[in-house]
């Protein structure tokens, strides 16, 4: 399994001090080279797990960009952040008798009873972001599971609260104990702060479903119980971070100004404008969102012909507002790599 494990600092500035990661102006696509080319005339179904996370949507993006390349024609259903509309979604793909099908950011084990029907009917699957293991023979008949390493981003989003806040660091973690993933990704954040000396203040586990009506008067209730001793605010995703602004400037804390949100996952627009303009978060630990999309298309066809999975493993970006000033106005982390042209050649396209 071809992995990267150290942090790609493409077009995005400073990284987290001490974690000797390379300063890069450009990679090569690090991705696989070689492959089977395009199977003809196939049609796929996304079921993307909530349109409204920016994470998922990037990656259906890069689906549907990667796919007219291909020569396939997708369709995508949202299951609109709930587990019945995921499980719906799903049975409305079956009825559709696709040639393969992308899960798009959901925890498999959510819905192994439906997907034991997938399985069943032989549907080649990959996915994005379903469960904690990472890369070929996921669990639930997964052809490829694509992510970053959880891990890695969870420790580096960790490392950055640390550094930045010198002593006397307080961490409030949000999570969501409905994903694996996510729980996994919240641990290795408060691991890390304490190993380090910070102090974790609270673990907070709430639905990222349920983020818009929630995160007001969580935010509310957390800086009225712990005041100036919380320095940071630390997320398994950005979206949390899309509803806390307001709580804030309402207790009249600046957009710059304590506690500093920090993300472990994925980069979404929103993020990158709210990083850009210093308003309630601080930075991002950005996922190659469009990058993942191809990789998806590509894992599916080398599915559906009995290939094998390709194995790699893309690397996170540390978005900062000082790297986000050399980028013009791109609020999205697309490497400066060839990826496009390498998935093209493989295909024969």
């Given at each position: ?27 090569p696509?690090?991705?696989?080279s ?28 890069g ?14 259903l949202?299951?609109?952040?709930s ?28 819905q192994?009873?439906?997907l034991?029907?997938?399985v ?10 379903s ?31 640390m ?19 996510a ?18 203040l609270?673990?907070v ?29 630390l997320?398994?995703n ?7 602004g ?21 980069g ?19 996922e190659?969102?469009n ?6 298309v590509?894992e599916?066809?080398?599915a ?14 540390l ?13 999205q982390?697309d ?15």
């Open positions: 399994m071809k992995k990267r494990t150290f942090l790609s600092t493409i077009l995005v500035g400073s990284v987290v001090a001490g974690l000797g990661v390379p300063a890069l102006a450009e990679v696509f690090d991705g696989p070689a492959g089977p080319t395009a199977a003809e005339g196939k049609s796929i179904v996304v079921l993307a797990g909530d349109l409204k996370n920016g994470g998922i949507l990037g990656v259906t993006n689906v549907e960009e990667a796919a007219k390349v291909i020569g396939w024609d997708v369709r995508v949202d299951g609109g952040g587990i019945q509309g995921r499980t719906a979604a799903i049975g409305q793909a079956m009825a559709l008798k696709p040639d393969g099908i992308i899960i798009n950011g959901f925890d498999a084990v959510e192994q009873a439906a034991e029907g997938v069943a009917a032989d549907i080649p699957m990959v996915a994005w972001h469960g904690p293991k990472i890369g070929c023979d996921a669990p639930g008949g997964i052809f490829a599971n694509v992510s970053t390493d959880a891990m890695t981003v969870s420790e580096v989003a960790a490392k950055w609260a550094e930045d806040g010198g002593d006397n660091v307080g961490v409030v973690i949000f999570t969501d104990s409905t994903y694996q993933i729980i996994d990704k919240a641990d290795r954040i408060k691991e890390t702060i304490e190993a380090m000396g910070g102090t974790v609270e673990y586990d709430t639905p990222i479903a349920d983020t818009s009506s929630r995160m007001g008067p969580l935010t509310t209730s957390l800086l009225q119980k712990y005041g100036a001793s919380w320095t940071h605010a997320a398994i950005d979206l949390y971070f899309d509803f806390m307001p709580a804030l400037a309402s207790a009249g804390i600046p957009g710059d100004g304590a506690p500093l949100a920090g993300s472990a996952g994925d979404s627009e929103a993020a990158f404008q709210r990083i850009r303009g210093a308003q309630y978060q601080a930075i991002t630990v950005a190659p969102l990058l993942q999309g191809w990789q998806l590509d599916l066809n080398r559906v012909q009995g290939e094998p999975c390709s194995g790699y493993i893309t690397s996170p970006a978005v900062t507002q000082e790297g986000l000033a050399k980028m013009g106005d791109s609020n982390f490497p400066d790599s060839p990826y496009r042209a390498a998935y093209t050649a493989i295909w024969g396209k």
